[in-house]
Antibody, heavy 120, light 110 residues
Framework: VQLVESGGGLVQPGGSLRLYCAASGFTFSTFAMSWVRQAPGKGPEWVSGISNSGSNTYYADSVKGRFTISRDNSKDTLYLQMNSLRAEDTAVYYC??????????????WGHGTLVTVSS | QSALTQPASVSGSPGQSITISCTGT?????????VSWYQQHPGKAPKPMIYDVSNRASGVSNRFSGSKSGNTASLTISGLQAEDEADYYCSSYANSNTLVFGGGTTVTVL
């Protein structure tokens, strides 16, 4: 199993960024997926999740209305569109596969992460 | 979506057993059997250790075990080894289809 994130970088406050997670080695369309972030020196924070079909999406209060999660099962790819970025969104963003098909229950595989820095 | 409560640090000598607690509420830990545990070494991604309270993730040593009582979940490491020194985080499914993590516990092998 491999989860490879990309799309991170430096962005100004108020700006946008789109993260990608390419999955391989398992049947991507079977499992729910999530984005989890970890600010420097802090613990992980769950950001958003999506069911296996993409019909159900879930968000942490801290990003609701600013971030949008989606997936393309034909391309085995997970996305996170991040708008109205703030300094407190600075973190390493991980893609993680869930043990569940629909809800966010717990993760069995993680990517290596992509760094997002929000600064002027 | 308040973080679950973990002790900041736990230590033990090689060969000993240690237990890390993870306390939540009836809306998360106490309400569902969906507690997971992750090990994280510096500069690395979190590694799944336990899911659904007590199920070991693939390839995880049977020295690691999980349990839950009421609103508190626990991770026990038996036969402590130097390689177990790391940060450990719990997580739980919570109401409204969200997930909450604990603040983390640093395990030190003396």
């Amino acid at each position: 199993v491999q989860l490879v994130e990309s799309g991170g970088g430096l962005v100004q406050p108020g700006g946008s960024l789109r993260l990608y997670c390419a999955a391989s080695g398992f049947t991507f369309s079977t499992f729910a997926m999530s984005w989890v972030r970890q600010a420097p020196g802090k613990g992980p924070e769950w950001v958003s999740g999506i069911s296996n079909s993409g019909s159900n999406t879930y968000y942490a209060d801290s990003v609701k209305g600013r971030f949008t999660i989606s997936r393309d099962n034909s391309k085995d790819t997970l996305y996170l569109q991040m708008n109205s970025l703030r300094a407190e969104d600075t973190a390493v963003y991980y893609c993680a596969s869930d043990v569940d098909m629909v809800k966010v229950r717990g993760f069995d595989y993680w990517g290596h992460g992509t760094l997002v820095t929000v600064s002027s | 979506q308040s973080a679950l409560t973990q002790p900041a640090s736990v230590s033990g000598s090689p060969g000993q057993s240690i237990t890390i607690s993870c306390t939540g509420t009836s809306s998360d830990v106490g309400g569902y059997d969906y507690v997971s545990w992750y090990q994280q070494h510096p500069g690395k991604a979190p590694k799944p250790m336990i899911y659904d309270v007590s199920n070991r993730a693939s390839g995880v040593s049977n020295r690691f075990s999980g349990s839950k009582s009421g609103n508190t979940a626990s991770l026990t490491i038996s036969g402590l080894q130097a390689e177990d020194e790391a940060d450990y985080y719990c997580s739980s499914y919570a109401n409204s289809n969200t997930l909450v993590f604990g603040g983390g516990t640093t395990v030190t092998v003396l």
